[in-house]
Each structure stands twice: as C-alpha cells, then as structure tokens.
C-alpha cells in the first residue's frame, strides 16, 4: 500500500482557502456598495429623489438577511456625520419601517443606544445630531409622538437639576429647541397642549438663566445696528417666531411628505424612557457664545431677501454653514465648493450668509475654533470660486467692519488686522484707499487710522517697503512703517570709542 505524501492534499486545501476569500472579498465589495448607495443617495442624479429612495429601500431590504448589522449601522451613523440630510435618511427609515416592522424596532433600538452612547462621551454634536434624527423619525410615523415628548421633557428635566455646571443645564435646552424646528409641526398637530407645557418649562429656565457671560463674549461693545444677542435668547426668539407662524417654515427638505399614503399606515415604536447620564468632574460642556451679525434686507439690494434675525431660517441656515466648515475645513476648495451650492440658495443671498458665518467664526469670543488662516484661505478660495459676487460681498463687509472699528473687542481688532493683510497680501495689495481718507483727519492712535496702520505693518511682512510708498496715497504716508534699515552699530559714530 503507497503510502500518502502530505503535500497531495494542498490542492483541496488550497482551493477551500481561495472559496473562502472569494465570498469574503464579495461579500466586502457588497458592504461597500451598499455604504456608498447609503452616502450618496439625495446626491447629483438624473431620477427624482423620491424615485432613488424607492429603489435604494428595495436594495436594502432584499440585503437586510446577509447585511442586517453593517445595514443598521451606517443608517444610523449617516445622519449623525451629514445632519444637513436628516430628512432622507428618516424617509429611508420610515419606508424599511412600513415594509418591515422588526427592522424599524431594531433601528430605534440602536438609534437609542448611540444618542445615549454620545451623552455618556460627552460628544455633544453628536448628540443633539442623533437627537433631532429621532425626532424626524415621528414624521415618518417610525416613532410615536408621545415617546417624543417624554424624551424632551426628560431632557428638560435634565436642564433643572441642582449643584450642576450651567453650561450643562444650557445645552440640555439648547438641545431640545434646536430639535423642535423639524418637529414642531407634527406635535403642534396632534399633541398642542403637551408642546405648550414643554415651552412654559422651557421659558421659566430661560428667565432664571444668568449671563454674566455674555458682555465678554460681545464682539463690540455697542448693540447698534445690530443687537448682540446670547445664543440661547436668540433661539428662543426664532422658535416664538415659528410658534407664531404655526410651526412652518421653509428651509427644511421633507421627502417623505411624498410618501404619507405609505408612512401613515406604517406601525410606530416608543422609545424607551431614557435617563441623562449624570453629571460628572471630568465632563465638558460646549461653551455659550454670542449670536454674530452682520448684515440685515437693506445690506442686499439686489436678489433674495435675507431672512430676519429671528427668523428660523436664519438658524437653519447658518447651522448649516457652519457644519459646512467644519466638516470640510481641512480642504478650503472643497469646503468653498459646499458652501456655494448651499441647497435652497436660489431663496437667500449665499453670498452674504457665507461671509457673516466665516467672520463669526473668525470674531468667535475668547478664541476662533480654528486658525485664523483657515478662514482666510476660505474665503480667498469662494472669492476664486465665485469672482462675479463674492469679492464685491466680500469688500462690503470689510467695509462695514471698518466703519464699526470703534467699538471692537480688541482682541478682535487684531484678528481683522491679520486677516485683512493676509487677504490683501493674496490679491496684489489692491484696495480703494481713497475711501477711506476721512481716517487721516483723526488721532494716529484712534482705531480706524491704528487699523491702518497695523496692516500695513502686517503687509511689509509679505511684500518691501518701497512698493506701499508707491502704491498707498500720498495723504497715508504717516502710517506707511518706516523702512526696515538694518542699523550696524560698530559703522555708528563713536563705535571704535
């Protein structure tokens, strides 16, 4: 009898292996094809979005028996990392629910879990990010409205704790109105009187609030024209707005208002009673800020009128924007490009929007969320992207700002000094000095010609002495900077002494 050799059998062994990564490999190249549908569905395309949910829904629920958990996990992730297309990824909800009742128990499951896993880790964006999906997800008949409101008055609660940190009874509030834009509506439909006693609660914390922050926060120490409001009074304002105008607005994208004959058959899951974590030392907290503006309908002659400072749109739009930043702020082309083609921006003057976030951001109080540079290299970037507007926009603000030099916060006046020479430094020093020959008649010290002078001081960094001597009008040669000579003391008199 032949005795057998070890290596006959490496051909059955062999090809058992190459089976087996095969189904592996095509089983990842399925999970990728999936997240990427997931990502980019509401994107550029040649059908309707409603016509690409339908489809993408079919595609994930023939594939929820082999990719149930990867499934339930980017559903869940996607409108925590783009919140700016909640309402898609609710209305994908809301259909998978009305198709398949175990699977929508098992989202909210896991939905559950993340916002009270992002509370435990202080992800605070996160947070009310996977807070206001679940309160879309009532839209979508998915969650039922008095699970909801159990939820907010628990947060409420939250916000009426004793011995705790403000700024964590603040964004317990914060939390909550920022939520109520997307389902303010449906709760004042079906559960009136329930949403009014949320908003007493809500008004009686806000009145016993102290701001002892809030003067050193104000980036100018006047509130005219402009009033500088602290950011939770100015969301009450606009969510009061919104109850006046019957909890409708117009800035936020609802696809499944196409499917209601569907989603309102659909059965709904309560979301369980969730308890806050507790405070602890070692927890932060966002800081409060103040409301940044800058411009009002009479600064945009031309086009779209500019929403009103309390109008709900203006917080819709400019929390858009600022995600915009942040997501993007690592790549300025990208981030221009997003910021640009805003949707809805056929409804409101971008242009001018875009400007007074990035310059909120940049006059943040006590310091920017970022380098100073990012938003310089932002805005050089639109101004490249968009030439036949955003330069002029641009020039306006600086314009304003100028004029309203006088009662900046300091440290704010130094961040305009070193954006505006960096800006200028991009651009061939090229600017209408003329236009601000009034400034020489005052004090070198006073703000406007310091300003000036501080830029230029700034802007010799980047360029030589002689080419501001030739380039700035002969009335600004008192702030020119002297020449940079270099002193050689041994060539001095009295050197050899």
Known sequence: MNRRRAYEDDGDFYGERNKKRRRVSENQEMEERLETLILRVGENSTSSLESNLEGLVSVLESDLGNFRNKILRILSDC????????TIYSTMVGLMNAKNYNFGGEFVEYMV???KDSLKQCQWDAARYALRFLADLVNC????TNSLLQLLDSMVDAANEDNVPQVRRDWYVFAVLS?????GRELYEKKESALEN????IEVFLNKRTKKHHNALRVWSVDAPHPQEEYLDCLWAQIRKLRQDNWTEKHIPRPYMAFDSV?????????PVIHPPPHQDDFEYPMPWVVYRMFDYTDCPAGPILPGAHSIERFLIEEHLHSIIEMHRWERK???IHLLYLPYKDKIPLEYCIVEVIFAELFHMPTPR???ICYGSILIELCKQQPSKMPQVLAQATEILFMRIDSMNTSCFDRFVNWFSYHLSNFQFRWSWDDWDSCLLLENEHPRPKFIQEVLLKCLRFSYHDRFKEMMPEGYAKLIPKPPVPHYKYAMDGAGE
């Open 79 to 86: 409108p925590i990392k783009m919140p700016e297309k909640c």
């Open 113 to 115: 879990k993340t916002f």
């Open 141 to 144: 008949h998915v969650i039922s």
């Open 179 to 183: 939520t109520l834009p997307w389902v």
């Open 198 to 201: 949320l908003l007493v609660r």
């Open 263 to 271: 989603l309102c058959e659909a059965l709904q899951h309560n979301i």
């Open 334 to 336: 990208d981030c221009a």
């Open 370 to 372: 970022y380098l100073e």
